[in-house]
């Protein structure tokens, strides 16, 4: 299991950027798949950004393509969210997550929030309009 610390979030106008850090800890983080879900309130935890554990493929929900963009950094053990364009509906807490299974090449659909085993604490982003 890894310990994830996410950071980078805060408040910003319609069409603005930002990029969220997730921080990860222990010499594992590179086997893992990761993302990044939100969750507004009184709406259940969405999925938001995933990219496989080399990096050779990335999800998005129609909801955020073309706008958000993740990456991950294996030698600083960080994981990014890069939001641009941002709307109102994209306020949220974000939440960053390591995969429960190793080396996983590919997901089956949309991932999940199940697929998902460490889970950081959350930073709120608010879009205003």
């Known amino acids: 299991q890894v310990q994830l610390v996410e950071s980078g979030g805060g408040l910003v106008q319609a069409g603005g950027s930002l990029r969220l850090s997730c921080a990860a800890s222990g010499r594992t983080f590179r086997t893992y798949a990761m993302g990044w879900f939100r969750q507004a309130p009184g709406k259940e935890r969405e999925f938001v950004a995933a990219l496989t554990w080399n990096g050779a493929i990335t999800y998005y929900p129609d909801s955020v393509k073309g706008r958000f963009t993740i990456s991950r950094d294996n030698a600083k053990n960080t994981v990014y969210l890069q939001m641009n364009s941002l709307k109102p509906e994209d306020t949220a807490v974000y939440y960053c997550?390591?995969?429960?299974?190793?080396?996983?090449?590919?997901?089956?659909?949309?991932?999940?929030?199940?697929?998902?085993?460490?889970w950081g604490q959350g930073t709120q982003v608010t879009v205003s309009s």
């Open positions: 997550a390591a995969d429960k299974t190793v080396f996983r090449n590919y997901f089956h659909g949309s991932p999940l929030t199940g697929d998902f085993g460490s």
